[in-house]
Structures are given as C-alpha cells and as structure tokens.
C-alpha cells in the first residue's frame, strides 16, 4: 500500500476533529457534547493508528488502545455528571452552569 | 554574648508577655518591663566592654557562629562604638514607649507586648547584625511585628496606613536583597571565597555601573526606611494612624535603622558608587528638608505634622552622610539620637493630648496652657528642641551636619540653612494652635476636669527631656564614643 | 575674675528654682528669687569689674568651663571670656536688669502668672549674659536664640490673645531669619580660617584675610544681615513694634536695653572681620541711616505711647549702626549703654502712666497729667532730653562724637552727617510730641496714682544716671579701634546742637500752642497713613512671603507625591475590572477561546501568521 | 491487482461514511438518532483501521466504542427520557446562526492541519506499514508494560468516580441537600 492511505487517513482525522470540535461548540446540551468529544476522541485515535501503520510500529496501537480506556474512563464520569447536571437543574443545558463567574 | 544577651532576653520576654498576657494584662505589662531591664543589664556590661580603655580592636565581637556554610554566611554580631549608641537609644526609647503603653494598649495586651519586644529585638539585631544575610533576617523580624502593632492597635484608617507601611518597606528590602546577593556574587567572582560578612564585603572592588546599581539597590531601602522625599508617604500615614508606643517605635527607633543602614553599608560598601551619587543624594536630603518643612506647616491633623518635621529632620540626616566627614559624620550620630529623643517626645505629648481630648485636630484645641500647665511647658520643650534652639541635642546635630556639608557643598547647605527658618514656623504652629489662644472651654475637652500629667507620664517625658538637656551641653559623651568608629568607616568609605 | 561664671549661672539658677518650683512658692518668695538673681549678679559684675580696674590687672580674661564638642577640626567649649567690650556690655545688662526686675516685681503684681513671668525674665538674662561673655561663636549662637526664645516666650506671655501669640511668632521668624544668615555666616568663617574661637579670630582675621576681597566681604554680609535680624534695623525690622504686645517691664528690658543692642555688640565683637571689608561698614552706615530716618518719620504719627518708644528705639539703634559704619567703634558702643538708660527709663515711665490710666495706651485719650503724676513725668522730661541729647544730658556726647566721626568719613561723609542731624531733627520733633500730648493740654481722663515702693526709686535711680552716664568712661577703648580724630569744622557742631532746639520749639508751637496747624500731617491723608504703618514693609511683607508661602502650603496640603500610590490602587482596580469580564461562566466560550489559541499557536507553529 | 482496486473502493468508502455519519450526528435534533449515528461512525472507522493494517485496534474499536461506550451513551438517553419531549428544546437551542462561528474555525482548523500536511515540513513520513498483532502484544507487555497498568488505573478512578457521582440520591432530598449529603 503506498503512502496516499495514509495522507488520507490522516485527512480524515483531521475532518472528524474539526467536526467534533464544532459540535463541542455548538451544541447547548451536555449530552451532545460529550458524544462530539467522543468523536474527537476516534479522530485523534484513527491518527496514532495511521502514523503507527506509517511506520510500522506497534506504538500507534498501544497509544490507541490508551485512548480508548481514556474515552471509557472519561465517559463514565461524564454521564454520572450529566445525570447530576440533569437532577440539579432538571435540564441538560449545559449554559445553566455558571455560578463560578469572576 | 552580651549582645545574644539582649536580644534573647527580648525575644524571650515577648513569647512569655504573650503567654501570661491570657492571663492578666497587668501582668504581661510589668513581665515586658522585666525584659526590658534585663535587657539593659546585659547593655550596660557591653557598655564597660565597648568603653574600657584598654579595648584592643574597635569592634567587640559577641559572636561568630557558621549559620549557612555553604554560602559563607555566619550569625556575625558586633558592636563598635556607633551601634553601641544606637542601642543605647532603643532601649531608652522602649522604656519610654512602655510606659506611654502602660494605659493607652487595654486589648489584647499579651499580642501586643509581642509584637512590641519582638520589633525592638529585630532593631537590636540591625544595629549590630554584621552578616549581611543576619542583616537582612533582623530588617525583616523588626518590620513585621510593627505592621501588626499599626494594623490591630492603630486608629480609624489602621489598616491602610499598615498596608502601605508594609508594601513601601517590604518592596524596597527586596531589592536591598537582590543587591545584597548581587554584591555578595561579585566578590565571589573576585575572590572565589563565599562570604556574606561585612568585614570581607568591603573590600571587593565596587567601582563601575554594577557597583552603582547594587549600591542604589541599598540606597533605595534605606530611603525608604529613612524616609527620603520621593518614597516618604508611607510615615505620615503610619503615624497618624500608629497608636501612641507604636508612633514612639517608629520615629524613634526604626527610621534610625535606615540612617544606620546609609551609614553602614552604602558607603562603606561602594565608596566609589556613593561618591559619584553624593550629590543627587544630598539634593534629595535638602528638597526633603525644605518640602517636609511646608508641608508639616499645612498640616492641622498634630501627629501627621509631627511625622513630616521628623522627615524633615532626617533630610538632614541623609545630607549630613553624603558629605561625608567627619564632621558631618558626627553631626548626624547626633542629629539620630536629638531627633529619637525630642520626636519621641512630640509623639508622647501628642498621645497624651489624644487620651485627654479624643482628637488630633489641632483646629479644636486651643488655650490648653491654662488646664494643663506642666503638659504645656514640656511640649513647649520638645517644640523648641525640634527647631533647634541651641543647648538641646537637635542643634548640635544640625549645626555639625550643616557645617561639616558646608565643607564640601557649600549651596547644599545654604539651602538646607533655610530648613532652620521654617523649623520655627512649623513647631510654633503646635504651640499656638495647641496651647496659646483663646481657651475654646469644655466643648473640645470631653471631660470636664482635664487632669494635668500624673507622675508615670511625667516620668516618661522627663526620661526624653534630661537626655534632650544632657547631650545638648554634654554632646561629648557620645562624640567620645563615636569618634573611632566613624573615623573607620570614612577611612573605609574614601576607599581606603 | 576667677568669679566669671558666677554671673551667667545666678540668673540661670533663679530660673530652674522658678520653673521646679511652679506652684508651690508663694509670689513674694518668687519676686526674691526673680529680682534677686539679676541683682546678685550685678553685684558679681561690680567684684569683677573691681578685679578688672585694678592697677596691672590683665586686659582680657578667658577662661573655659568644659569642652562641650569637639568633631575633627572644630573644638567647641563652655568658655567666658571677659574684656573692656564685654564688661561694659555687663554694666549694662545687669545693671539697667536688675533695675527694671525691681520695677517689673512691682509692676505684675496681680498678674496670675506671676512665677513664670520671672522664669521667662531670669531665663532672659541669663542667655544674654551668656551671649556676651561667650568666648566663641557658637556659644554666642546660643545666647543669640536663647535671647530669640524668651523674646517669643515674652511677648507672647498673656497668650490668652491670640493677637500676641501671633506678634510673638513673627518676631521669632523674623529673627530667626536673621540667626540663619548669621549660622551661615559662621559655616563660611569656620570653612576659611578653621577655628569659630573669638579672640583666634581676631588676632587671624586681619592675616587670613585680603582687604576688601569677597570672602571678608561675604562674611561680615552674612554677620550684618544676622545683627541687623537681630537688632531689628531696616530690612528684618517690622517685628519690633510689634513686640509691645508683651508687658511693658519687657519691652524696657529686652526691646530698648539689652537684645536688640545684641546686634550691635556681634559687629562691635567682630570688628576686624568688618575692617577687612569697608564697604560693608559702608552699607552698616547706610542701613543705620536709612532705619534712623524711616523709623523716625513714622514715629511722628504713631498714636500708641509703646509704638512711639519702639520706633524711637529702632531710630537710636539706627544711630548706634550709623556709628560703627562711620568707624566710631567706642561711641557706638557708648550711645549702646547711654540709650540702654534712658529708653529703660522712658519705657519705665510709660509702663506707670498706662498703669495709671487704667491701661490706656493711647496718647490721644490722655493729656495735662504733669500735675497728677508728677514723678513720672519728670523722670520722662529727663528720658527725652537725652534721648535728643540736649547738650548737658549724656545722649549730648555720644551722639555728638558719632556726627563729628561721621563728618570726617571720605567721599559720604557730608552726607552722612546731614542724614544724621535731620534724624536728631526728627527725634526732637516726636519725642517732645508724645511729652506735651501726654503731660500737657486738657485733662481728658483721671488717673489714680500707683503707690508703692516699686515704682519710684528705680525710675529716679535711673533718671539720675542717665544724667550723670556722660561722664563714665567706658573700658572698650583698648578693644574697639580709635574712632577717627581730627574736628569737624565749628559750624557743624553748632548746628548739630541748634537742629534739636529747633525741633522742641516746632513741636512746642504745634502741640501746645495748636499753631502752625498746617504742619500736621493730616491734610495729606495717605501719606499720614503710608507713615503710621511703617512705610508700608509690613503690608509688603506679607504680599510678598507670607500669603503665596500659606497658599501653596494650603495648595499642596495632601502631597502630591502621595498620588503615585493613590494612581497605582486605581489603575489594579481597572484591570481587575477588565480581566474579571474574561470569567462569565460560559462553558462554551470557554471551549471558543480555547479553539481559538489553539489555532493561533498552531499557526505560530507552522510560521503561517 | 483487483484486491488492490477492491481496498481503494472500500478505504474512500468507509471515509465518505464516516464523515457523513459524524456531519449528520452534530445536527440532529433527537439525542438517539444522533447516537445511532455515532455507531455507525465508529464502526465505518474500525473499518479504516483494519485497512490500515490494524486489526487488533478495529476489533478494539468495535467492542469498545461501538459496543460500550454507545450503549452506555443509550442507558443515559433513556435515563434522562430525552426522547421527544426534549426535541423541540434542542431546535430552539439550535438557531442557525448559531452554526457559523464554529464552522468558520473548524474550516480555518482544518486548513491549518491540511496545510501542516502537505507543507515540506521536514517531519512528514511516507509509507505503509501494517503492524501484527503478535508485535502489538509483545510491544505491550514488553516495553510499556507500564501503559497497561496507567490503563487500567485510569479505568478503576473512571469507575468509582462515575458510581460516586451517578449514586442514587434518597429520592425526599431536594436539590439544595446534597451538599449536607456529600459531606455527610
């Protein structure tokens, strides 16, 4: 396989950060946003997978394999966060939370 | 050891004044007293030591413990003739502060005897610390508990007088620091040896810009601490607002720190620096004089004008140094000790006016000469000793000062001559405004009866006035002592 | 001689007794203690004064106490020295002292503050003892402002009236203006010839010095501008008048005979610095000149009988600088003692006429008192004939030898002795004003005659001398150089003698006679009023110094520098104010922000900005 | 050679897919479908990942991501009931205007890493190599044996904290107690 794969690989990480970015951004409800980061979370991993077949070096996968039990670990917080968010204020916009203004 | 001495005793005296202090204000007071006096034992011992004839070396060295060995730092203490006065001067003026606290200090007694033994143990150790990191240790243990002493007992404005007091002093050591440690890099440079003791300090060569940068590093500090014109606004502030013993601390004591210090370190240390410096310097000592002088004049709150005569004084302090001779050398030793004495006075009477009258204003007083007679002829006294009438100690001072700068910058002098023309105008204002004039009856006197000076009070001033009278027509007394000393450091400061 | 030091030292003991005894001696035990220190010391002075006159005895004396500072170079002590100038000097300070404390014990009997009026006077003597008897300058500087400050402390003694606290600060400025021009003085002798000791000096000054250079002339500037502060002669003289707010003993001793004939006594000690600049004594002369004429003008029109006498005094003392500026050492200093007589005298006599009018001090309310106090008013008729110096009274000598020395002086000399005869003129004119509009004339008010034997014997004791003084000889004649010999043509001393019955006639025929109505000054109303005020130096005085000096104290009252702080407090808030915007608790500008630096740092990065 | 052709077809595929996938994910309005969406997202990129030689990741990405994670992101949807009734609340929150800002920076974002790309920046690799699992696993506990354990750290602190946070509060309490709770 010559190297365009990978460029492209790459391109695309590139496409799913940028969008999960704006999705980040641009959602109000907590609950999207954690599904963006997610996304970011694949892109960043479909680009240590890339470089790693790049090279040829396991290190991409290992370093994907600590992305995912971040994106596990970090989920799990999330949601049990998004479920005290909601219990709160009975609502997930996530603009409700901004009593630590200067 | 007899300096250890004192200042353990102090020290000591402090921690146990705070620990009975829970118990019984009383108690805590006359524990403080006892500090004080055992304080002075081991003083008059160093005295014998400093004075005895036969005393080989100038210097009377008490201790020289390695602290830091890695840096050359050692706990240095000693004593020559000059801080022997100085500490002479501190103890007088505790007692006298301990007993204008004797009724005035009622909250929180055992804190503030504290903070009151532990400012004149860091003085103590200024006067005679001669490591420059020990230096630097005991300017720091003498500024906090007086910041203290000024936030928790001072009047309605205390805490931004306190804050002030403790940014203006706090900002200008740091760069005393950075200066010293700039020094002390260089003469590593020079002579590979790490030492941060004053005796090798002075003989690293300090010419050229570094040695004018570190030099202005100290002189800065010590401005501030004097307080010179353009960074004196802190003192005003802090007196007004100090409580009685803490305005009597800090004109009497801790502003000589400052001189001692310009005396001590900056021409000793950079002789060629300060050279070249002296006649900016003795410029600012002649424009605070006279600008201290007119604003004291516009003042009708008393111990803000008091605070701005003693600036004026020390303007003369700092012209007296940077002349440097003998003369003035020893007009400022001098001018130090009168203006300790009669603004420590003016302080005394100012507290005592506030316990009577509950106000400073001196607008609303006025005819008090009829009430208060003998409080009236001692102010009367300590007015005139701050214009300088001759026969008390201020004039000594400033005639030596003016003379010996006349020597050598004779326009800097005729100018600061003029300060002599203002003095009068400023200190006859307390008077007439204060005791002259029509008696304004009981509605400035809260109280009906207004009780003259009972015997601690007079005691107290009495203390000031026989010094004031003592070394106007005796100023030998210190001269003797003070004369080699000051010999040294101007053989030291011509770079020698 | 030995007994030198006794006589600063009673007056200073009676002092401290006065002031640590306050309260608790009753007033007859003050008055003892009060009168009785000055006149020990007048006996003291006479014992010396024998030790001094007897055959082969030496001519100066010094000797010192203890060393009172020694710095380098300068060696200061307690020292008294004693010579012709200072004994004389002596004569007059204990002498005419202890007369006006006998008169003054009489005369502020009822006042409360009986002790401490005592205390302020023995002070006073003591300090000018000690100014006198200094054997240096700098002891000399310290009877100088001793003198300044029972001065203030005097006039300012009924401080109840602000009006006199206010007279006494502004002779202590005024003075005190003085005093530093003479410090500087001394700094610039000690620079020259390294020693302030008087008779060193002395004995240096003539070698040290070049005739006529600007150093000399500097010098003996700075000296003048200190006496004439001092002395309060022309431009540092509106003080005096002033001064009578005190009591009138004081006005007699310190403001007619003792402190402002201090000045005179520094030029008269320092003679050979002034020598070595001549046209220094020429400006003496002048300043005397000018404050004789001035004062006298105004002295015409003055209505308060103390305002009167202290412009007379400024007139003399005017005299007594004209005299050293024309080189008549000895005469001036021998006008100093004779004045110091009969101005105590006169003063003395006003004192008992104001007592008498219930005090009344204004001359226009009294009139035809001759018969009702007849003591008094002899004693003023012998005041004012020496003080115009009819020929046999004792001001007939002194100030007839001033005009003759004054006559001889090259290139001003004619001048000089007219400026000096129509003083003599004016002095008639206004002294035998105030006596005619005071003892005769209608009767306008009833005085009650104070008895007692306070108030008469000193004043006839003093009348007598003053008579009598013309014919004392005064030791100062080997210290002091010889005033100029040679004599005047006749002519000049004819009219020098005829000027002054000339103007007794005048004020006789427009005072008593009500003729020549014409000369009165108040058809010309301003000028009456520029006169009356002193030639307008007050109101000049206070445009020029003191109000801009008040309002740029009152301007700058809370120190400008004081700002910076102030401006450093304002500008954290600001910022504070700014960066607090940053934190609104958005979670998603949060995340925009962060998106957005992380762009730019990534096109940092890739070197695209 | 047809393998080679089939692998292009399939890489551009799953690209387009996935890119799609996550387009039509940020907009919806329905938290469910936008879930549904990220399944498919996730598993059209496991199979990039197996194209790109990486087996073991692909398979780690099904189970994982698409298999827990998802399902998880479902248990919460459903717990917070945000069916329905919460669409209309989304529309609102979602103005269209809304949507420039973010993309104008994702778009700069995005030009910014294809210029890193394709700029000469010295650091750019060329050519594929796939990677065995076999060397993954030796890799694994080889070297960054360390990695594993920082894993399964991270996913024991994951846990607690996330059964801490979601515990069942006693339904009486109302909101303002749960700080006496916490501290409790």
Same mark, same amino acid.
């Given at each position: 396989m010559d190297s365009q794969y990978i460029d492209h690989a790459m391109v695309l990480a590139g496409i799913l950060f940028c969008l999960g970015l704006v999705g980040v951004m641009v959602r109000r409800n907590l609950l999207f946003m954690m599904i963006s980061i997610e996304v970011m979370l694949n892109a960043a991993g479909l680009a240590f997978i890339a470089a790693g077949s790049a090279w040829g070096q396991p290190e991409g996968q290992i370093m994907f394999l600590a992305v995912i039990t971040l994106g596990a670990a970090e989920v799990a917080v999330g949601l049990g966060l998004t479920l005290l968010l909601f219990r709160h204020h009975n609502s997930v916009n996530v603009d409700q939370l901004n009593q630590l203004r200067g | 050891m007899q300096l250890l001495g004192i200042i353990i005793s102090l020290l000591g005296g402090g921690v146990l004044a705070l620990l009975v202090g829970r118990q019984s204000a009383s108690a805590s007071r006359w524990l403080s007293l006892v500090s004080l006096a055992v304080a002075s034992v081991f003083y008059a011992s160093l005295w014998f030591d400093t004075t005895d004839?036969? +005393? &080989?070396?100038l210097w009377l060295l008490h201790m020289d413990w390695p602290w830091i060995a890695r840096f050359g730092i050692h706990v240095l203490l000693a004593t020559d003739g000059l801080s022997l006065v100085l500490i002479g001067l501190t103890l007088v003026l505790g007692y006298v502060a301990l007993l204008s606290a004797w009724h005035e200090i009622n909250h929180r007694c055992g804190l503030f005897y504290l903070n009151f033994l532990f400012t004149l143990a860091g003085v103590v150790g200024v006067f005679s610390a001669l490591d420059l990191f020990l230096f630097f240790v005991f300017w720091e243990v003498m500024l906090v508990p007086m910041f203290l002493i000024i936030a928790i007992w001072g009047h309605e404005g205390r805490r931004y007088a306190a804050t002030k007091f403790f940014i203006y002093t706090q900002a200008s050591s740091l760069l005393m620091l950075a200066a010293m440690v700039g020094l002390v890099l260089l003469n590593q440079q020079q002579t590979g040896v790490w030492s941060f003791s004053w005796f090798t300090l002075t003989? @690293?060569? @300090? !010419?050229g810009s570094l040695g004018m940068w570190l030099m202005l590093g100290f002189y800065v500090a010590f401005l501030v601490k004097l307080p010179g014109l353009p960074v004196h606004n802190w003192l005003p502030d802090a007196h007004t607002q100090a409580p009685t013993p803490g305005s009597i601390l800090l004109a009497g004591i801790l502003l000589k720190t400052g001189a001692y210090g310009l005396l001590r370190f900056v021409w000793p240390l950079f002789p060629d620096a300060a050279s070249t410096f002296a006649p900016i310097a003795m410029g600012l000592g002649v424009l605070s004089v006279l600008y201290a002088a007119k604003l004291a004049f516009a003042q009708n709150d008393l111990k803000r004008l008091i605070a701005y005569t003693s600036i004026s004084h020390m303007g003369f302090v700092s012209l007296g140094i940077f002349a440097w001779n003998h003369l003035s050398l020893q007009g400022t030793v001098m001018q130090m000790v009168g203006h300790g004495l009669s603004s420590a006075g003016l302080f005394a009477i100012a507290g005592l006016l506030q316990q009577r009258l509950h106000t400073r204003d001196l607008d609303k007083m006025g005819g008090l000469w009829g009430q208060m007679p003998k409080l009236a002829a001692l102010s009367m006294l300590f007015a005139v000793a701050a214009l300088g009438l001759p026969g008390l100690a201020n004039f000594i001072g400033e005639f030596m000062v003016l003379l010996g700068v006349f020597q050598v910058a004779p326009w800097a002098a005729s100018l600061a001559a003029l300060g002599m023309i203002l003095a009068p105008v400023y200190a006859l204002i307390i008077m007439q405004k204060g /005791? /002259? *004039? +029509? !008696?304004? *009856?009981t509605q400035t006197v809260g109280t009906t009866e207004v009780l003259d000076l009972n015997t601690r009070e007079l005691l107290m001033l009495a203390v000031l006035v026989v010094g004031l009278v003592l070394l106007g027509f005796w100023p030998n007394l210190i001269f003797t002592i003070t004369a080699a000393p000051v010999d040294y450091l101007m053989h030291l400061g011509k770079g020698g | 001689m030995q007994q030198l030091w006794l006589i600063p030292c009673l007056p200073l003991v009676g002092f401290l007794l006065l002031v640590l005894g306050h309260g608790r001696c009753s007033r007859s035990a003050a008055r003892l203690v009060g009168v009785g220190s000055v006149a020990m010391a007048a006996l003291v002075t006479l014992w010396v004064a024998l030790d001094f006159y007897s055959p082969g005895a030496a001519q100066s004396y010094q000797v010192e106490l203890w060393p009172w500072f020694s710095a380098g170079a300068l060696e200061v002590s307690f020292g008294l020295y004693l010579d012709g100038l200072s004994l004389s000097m002596l004569f007059v300070i204990t002498g005419v002292g202890s007369l006006i404390h006998w008169y003054a014990s009489g005369y502020m009997w009822q006042d409360p503050d009986y002790q401490r009026f005592f205390a302020y006077m023995n002070l006073f003597v003591a300090a000018m003892l000690m100014l006198v008897l200094a054997d240096n300058l700098v002891l000399l500087f310290l009877g100088w402002e001793g003198v300044g400050l029972c001065s203030f402390l005097l006039i300012g003694f009924w401080h109840q009236d602000p009006a006199n606290g206010y007279a006494a600060r502004k002779a202590f400025v005024v003075t005190r203006v003085g005093d530093t021009a003479f410090a500087i003085g001394l700094f610039l002798l000690f620079r020259e010839l390294g020693t302030l000791d008087l008779p060193t000096i002395m004995a240096l000054a003539p070698e040290q010095f070049v005739m006529g250079a600007n150093r000399p002339t500097l010098i003996a500037a700075l000296l003048l501008a200190g006496a004439v502060g001092k002395s309060a002669q022309l431009p540092l003289h509106t003080w005096l008048p002033d001064a009578m707010a005190g009591p009138t003993p004081v006005s007699a001793l310190i #403001?007619?005979? &003792?402190m402002v004939t201090a000045g005179v006594y520094l030029i008269a000690r320092t003679h050979e610095v002034f020598l070595q600049a001549p046209d220094v004594l020429l400006v003496v002369a002048f300043i005397g000149l000018f404050t004789l004429l001035i004062s006298g003008f105004t002295a015409l029109n003055q209505t308060d009988i103390k305002r009167v006498l202290a412009y007379s005094t400024m007139s003399q003392i005017g005299y007594m600088f004209f005299a050293l500026g024309v080189g008549a050492w000895n005469e001036s200093v021998f006008h100093l003692m004779t004045h110091a007589l009969f101005k105590a005298l006169l003063f003395m006599t006003a004192g008992s006429i104001i007592l008498a009018m219930h005090h009344e001090q204004d001359i226009r309310s009294m009139g035809g008192l001759r018969r009702q106090l007849p003591v008094p008013f002899w004693c003023f008729v012998i005041g004012s004939a020496c003080l115009v110096a009819l020929p046999p009274t004792s001001g007939f000598f002194s100030k007839e030898a001033i005009l003759n020395a004054s006559w001889q002086l090259p290139g001003y000399g004619p001048w000089l002795w007219a400026g000096g005869v129509l003083g003599a003129f004016i002095t008639a004119i206004y002294s035998f004003r105030l006596l005619f509009m005071v003892f005769f004339g209608p009767q306008k008010a009833q005085p009650h005659e104070p008895k007692g034997w306070q108030f008469h014997p000193p004043l006839m004791i003093l009348a007598a001398l003053s008579l009598v003084a013309g014919w004392f000889v005064l030791p100062t004649g080997p210290v002091l150089p010889a005033s100029p010999a040679g004599h005047p043509p006749t002519w000049t001393i004819v009219v020098a003698i005829a000027m002054p019955l000339l103007g007794i006639g005048i004020a006789y025929q427009v005072y008593v006679r009500h003729q020549w109505q014409g000369l009165r000054l108040a058809q010309w109303p301003q000028l009456r009023q520029f006169l009356f005020q002193g030639w307008g130096f007050d109101g000049l005085y206070q445009r020029l110094l003191l109000t801009p000096f008040t309002a740029l104290a009152l301007v700058n009252r809370h120190d400008i520098i004081d700002g910076v702080p102030k401006l450093l407090i304002q500008l954290s808030r600001f910022l504070h104010g700014l960066f607090s915007q940053l934190q609104n608790g958005q979670l998603r500008f949060y995340i925009a922000t962060l998106a957005s630096a992380a762009i730019i740092v990534l096109a940092l990065a890739l070197k695209v900005l | 050679m047809i393998w080679a052709y089939l692998y292009n077809i399939v890489f551009y595929a799953s690209c387009g897919v996935t890119v799609l996938a996550t387009i039509l994910m940020i907009s919806r309005h329905n938290a469910v479908h936008a879930l549904l969406y990220l399944i498919i997202s996730s598993l059209s990129l496991a199979i990039i990942f197996y194209l790109l030689g990486a087996a073991f990741a692909a398979a780690l990405e099904v189970i994982v991501y698409a298999g827990a994670v998802m399902i998880l992101f479902v248990f919460v949807v459903m717990m917070l009931n945000q069916g329905q009734r919460s669409a209309a609340h989304e529309a609102a929150w979602l103005p269209a205007r809304g949507w420039i800002l973010p993309s104008v920076l994702a778009a700069i974002l995005l030009s910014l890493l294809l210029i890193g790309m394709y700029s000469d920046q010295p650091l750019q690799p060329y050519g594929v190599h796939g990677v065995a699992v076999k060397d993954v696993g030796i890799a694994l506990f080889g070297p960054y044996v360390l990695v594993v354990e920082l894993s399964s750290f991270l996913l024991l602190s994951g846990l607690i904290g996330a059964f801490h946070i979601a515990r069942k509060m006693p339904? #009486?309490?109302? !909101?303002?107690?749960l700080e006496e709770v916490d501290h409790g």
């Open positions: - | 004839p036969q +005393a &080989t070396s003989q @690293t060569d @300090t !010419s /005791f /002259f *004039g +029509a !008696s304004l *009856g | #403001h007619a005979a &003792t | 339904s #009486h309490m109302s !909101s303002n107690e």
